[in-house]
Nanobody, 126 residues
Framework: HVQLVESGGGSVQAGGSLRLSCLVS????????VGWFRQAPGKEREGVAS????????AYADSLKGRFTISQDNAKNTLYLQMNSLKSVDTAMYYC????????????????????WGQGTQVTVS
């Protein structure tokens, strides 16, 4: 039973930083992709970044490259998203999600590929 639990959201001033965490459980001896996604009020959910559990290869939404960094600590089964130079447009509910398997072209960033989701953590930038 796969579970993902996010934490680390909150309120921050524009220009500030936050680090989100996601505890991933339920994958045993299998490769998987895990990623960060966000949804602002009235907007569709969008991909932020993804990472492969086995080799750590990352992928990012083009618009967020340079400000956001995805990483993982496999010993802790934890995914991270370091967010720097935050802007008001980054205000959204942030979700982590996972999907099993090895993807020959790298882990996707589009949300529709992912089938296990956390409950989300709110990030507000003012």
């Amino acid at each position: 039973h796969v579970q993902l639990v996010e934490s680390g959201g909150g309120s921050v001033q524009a220009g500030g930083s936050l680090r989100l965490s996601c505890l991933v459980s339920g994958y045993t001896n299998v490769n998987y992709c895990v990623g960060w996604f966000r949804q602002a009020p009235g907007k569709e959910r969008e991909g932020v970044a993804s990472i492969a559990s086995d080799d750590g290869i990352t992928a990012y939404a083009d618009s967020l490259k340079g400000r956001f960094t995805i990483s993982q600590d496999n010993a802790k089964n934890t995914l991270y998203l370091q967010m720097n130079s935050l802007k008001s447009v980054d205000t959204a509910m942030y979700y982590c999600a996972a999907v099993g398997g090895t993807w020959s072209e790298g882990c996707p960033v589009a949300p529709h590929y992912y089938d296990h989701w956390g409950q989300g953590t709110q990030v507000t930038v003012s």
